[in-house]
């Protein structure tokens, strides 16, 4: 058998090449127009012997080179679809995600090939990896290395696949996928790294924030206001299409520091299952940067930019200005947004930012939410809040009873206590962030019972709101001194205008005893003073 074998290579190696060269002699010197008939027919024959159809699907749509080109959803179904299937059957295995640190995603590795059946029609899908075509010499893998699935199926069998078959593959995909899917933060990174290695714009870590609606403590109607918004918003796919409004919505979230507003955020990609992609702004460098990192994003995303009113505050990166301008910046943090172009990093501008949230660009893709965090809501331009942009705002407040309430369920386990009284009281006549109250909750040590834990909350009130008082006191105070001050100007301005008047009646009056002395001299016509006189020379 072995010799047979060895008899056989010679024989086979010398047909190939006769047929390369019949193939090469056939391109060169047969004319076009007879060319092209052969081609046909030979392609026919090929076809009768080989009833087989491919179908290619892609890991990106767009060129190689084309900066828009975006992750294939139809690839990335197929993938999760094919990985139950490919586990079990292909021998190469590529172990793709972790998910909650305790199982294994498993997809088939390149060149694999798996088999699937489909109302009893057999079909074959094969991964493989095309090299660009030319080829260059860098020490980072290839960023443009092309993937793509290919299906093949008998040509009888061409409407079922093309479309129940393809459309049940992507339907159970994204189901898979969901059911996989370990939630992400991602952040973006700066500009001059995207060509790198793999050219992420975003970098991301899992996702594990425990925050949740339940655990966030504000008050109950507010709170289910929101989570009913959620809920609408997720299953508005058909009405945003028909009202013609991108899929998307703007949360702003206001409020003092320690009020919540990141915890939120938190609890909405938990209830949502949406990626976190926290933009900072001062690592984009311009407008079109930003428009790329938009269309990098996928669905299922919640981009939030926080503390907006002092994201474009580039301290260090702008040029010189006069004190006055400084003075006005510093109190507008928003104004330095207007003015981009002034600074060397970033040149981000409003119009930008606007245009980033819902320009003609934000409608690719679908399902996404922008939040705004802000301390600072006045600040705010209005074109940049107004409702279609930031269609929802939510004032993230001090911690009232109720929100407390949920905080002592939290961190106490209590739902009643008889010192809750006291707290109520105390709640309303100060004001105390979630966090701080939080803060006063937590036991600090496992001796520490509820009650003290309560008891050291309502020092901390009773503190708070000695402070107040005495900040109040002392406001008051100042304001008092401001008006007397007032008072005692008001007052003395009309003595000071008498005191004037009298001044000018004065010195008019020297005036005129001046003048009286004044004498008549013949030798200088009369011009002079008696004094001129002398100083002249002239005898009178
Ligand atoms: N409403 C709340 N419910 C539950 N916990 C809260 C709430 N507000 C604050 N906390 C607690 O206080 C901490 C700080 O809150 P968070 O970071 O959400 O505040 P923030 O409003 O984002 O503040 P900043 O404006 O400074 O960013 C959180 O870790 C959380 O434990
Ligand atoms: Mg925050």
Redesign the pocket.
Known sequence: MTMLMGAMWPQLGSLIGSVMFAYAIFQQYFPYELRRPIQKYTQKLFGFLYPYIQISFDEYSGGNNDWRRKRSEVYAAIQSYLSTKSSTEAKRLKAQDVKDNNSLVLAMDDNEEVTDEFQGIKLWWTLTKSAPRQPSFSIYPQSDEKSHYKLTFHRRHRDIITGSYLDHVRKQGKAIAVSNRQRKLFINNPAQNWHYYKATKWSHVVFEHPATFE????EPKKKEEIVNDLIKFSKGKKYYAKVGKPWKRGYLLY?P????????IAAISNFMNYDVYDLELTAVKNNTELRKLLIETPNKAIIVI??IDCSLDLTGQRKKKDKDEEDKEEKDPVSKMRDGEETKKSEVTLSGLLNFIDGIWSACGGERIIVF?T?YVDKLDPALIRRGRMDKHIE?SYCCYE?FK??ARNYLDLESHELFGSIERLLGETNM???DV?ENLMPKSDEESDESCLKKLIEALEAAKEEARVKAEEEAKIRAEEELKLKAEKEAKPKAEEEAKLKVEKEEKEKDESAKDEVKCTHCNGTSTKQGAKENGVIH
């Open positions: 655990t966030l403590a504000m409020g520091p320690g009020t919540g507003k990141s915890t939120m926080e503390d965090t301390n993230l929100a949920v905080l962030t979630p966090a939080a």
